[in-house]
T-cell receptor, first 113, second 114 residues
Framework: GDSVTQMEGPVTLSEEAFLTINCTYTATGYPSLFWYVQYPGEGLQLLLKATKADDKGSNKGFEATYRKETTSFHLEKGSVQVSDSAVYFC????????????FGKGTMLLVSP | EAQVTQNPRYLITVTGKKLTVTCSQNMNHEYMSWYRQDPGLGLRQIYYSMNVEVTDKGDVPEGYKVSRKEKRNFPLILESPSPNQTSLYFCATKFTTLPRNEQFFGPGTRLTVL
């Protein structure tokens, strides 16, 4: 079945550092890929998504590119802020409206001033 | 305001005492789903519903029941809760038509079963 693997955390960075959180997936066909963010005490929010190969999703300074050849969807940000501290989840769906989401286990990001 | 609401947000109960966690959405989404989040395990799907009166099991359905009698509501029922159901629960909803297929999550319900 489908699966998502993301790097274990926590990832600890200083403010303004460069961020990469790795995410790879296993799926048949052409899944849609997502990054969700969970701030402390809150539910998950969609951060960005990509629906086909080579698409780049971006939002709030975060970016991720759908790489079918390496089955990856790594999350990057050029300069993190303390307010980016959260748990980040990579997820996929099979691209149909009826499909469910398969999540990675989440990566906690801690940014210090 | 478009939103997914869950009640209660926090609940402490005892083993065997039936409880219901409610989920309601005002976005006219067809699809609704329940997840549980546990440390080191990420989010796992419990049940989902494609539309009214249509429900199906997710990855971890044991010990849970759901119903979908109205489009906007999708309650999660624990008939006889046990300590291993202590967890953080999220309801999520979405349209079933592309391209608007991203899921919207509720704020979560933290359940402790003693």
């Amino acid at each position: 079945g489908d699966s998502v693997t993301q790097m274990e955390g926590p990832v600890t960075l200083s403010e303004e550092a460069f961020l990469t959180i790795n995410c790879t997936y296993t799926a048949t066909g052409y899944p849609s890929l997502f990054w969700y963010v969970q701030y402390p005490g809150e539910g998950l929010q969609l951060l960005l998504k990509a629906t086909k190969a080579d698409d780049k999703g971006s939002n709030k300074g975060f970016e991720a590119t759908y790489r079918k050849e390496t089955t990856s969807f790594h999350l990057e940000k050029g300069s993190v802020q303390v307010s980016d501290s959260a748990v980040y989840f990579c997820a996929l769906s099979d691209g149909s409206g009826y499909s469910t989401l398969t999540f990675g286990k989440g990566t906690m990001l801690l940014v210090s001033p | 305001e478009a939103q997914v609401t869950q009640n209660p947000r926090y609940l402490i109960t005892v083993t065997g005492k039936k409880l219901t966690v409610t989920c309601s959405q005002n976005m006219n989404h067809e699809y609704m789903s329940w997840y549980r989040q546990d440390p080191g395990l990420g989010l796992r799907q419990i049940y989902y519903s494609m539309n009214v009166e249509v429900t199906d099991k997710g990855d971890v359905p044991e010990g849970y029941k759901v119903s979908r009698k109205e489009k906007r509501n999708f309650p999660l029922i624990l008939e006889s809760p046990s300590p291993n159901q202590t967890s953080l629960y999220f309801c999520a909803t979405k349209f079933t038509t592309l391209p608007r297929n991203e899921q919207f999550f509720g704020p979560g319900t933290r359940l402790t079963v003693l």
